[in-house]
């Protein structure tokens, strides 16, 4: 079983930035989710297990970049000019697979989640 460990989450002004951090052991491609009360969770983010490639969600591209330090186990979601419809719970998810995945099925691994709020 992979343990995936967040932090970073918070409380922030809008046009405001958070990092989010995600460890994890192991050779997997990563990924972010979020979900909003009353809505289902939905993709972010995601990097390929190599770095070199990263898809990002329509509503969070230009703001929210993904990286990963391989040597640590660890990848970075950096978010700017944060929005108060960015506040959520903040989910780090791995895959057994090499790609950047967008599907929640992709995705073998969750962490326990972490709040991001962001106020107008």
């Known amino acids: 079983q992979v343990q995936l460990v967040e932090s970073g989450g918070g409380l922030v002004q809008a046009g405001g930035s958070l990092r989010l951090s995600c460890a994890a052991s192991?050779?997997?491609?990563m990924g972010w989710f979020r979900q909003a009360p009353g809505k289902e969770r939905e993709f972010v983010a995601a990097?390929?297990?190599?770095?070199?490639?990263?898809n990002y969600a329509d509503s969070v591209k230009g703001r929210f970049t993904l990286s990963r330090d391989n040597a640590k186990n660890t990848v970075y979601l950096e978010m700017n000019s944060l929005k108060p419809e960015d506040t959520a719970v903040y989910y780090c998810?791995?895959?057994?697979?090499?790609?950047?995945?967008?599907?929640?099925?992709?995705?073998?691994?969750w962490g326990q989640g972490t709040q991001v709020t962001v106020s107008s």
């Open positions: 998810a791995a895959s057994k697979g090499a790609r950047a995945g967008v599907y929640y099925g992709e995705y073998d691994y």
């Open positions: 192991g050779r997997y491609a």
């Open positions: 990097i390929s297990w190599r770095g070199g490639r990263t």
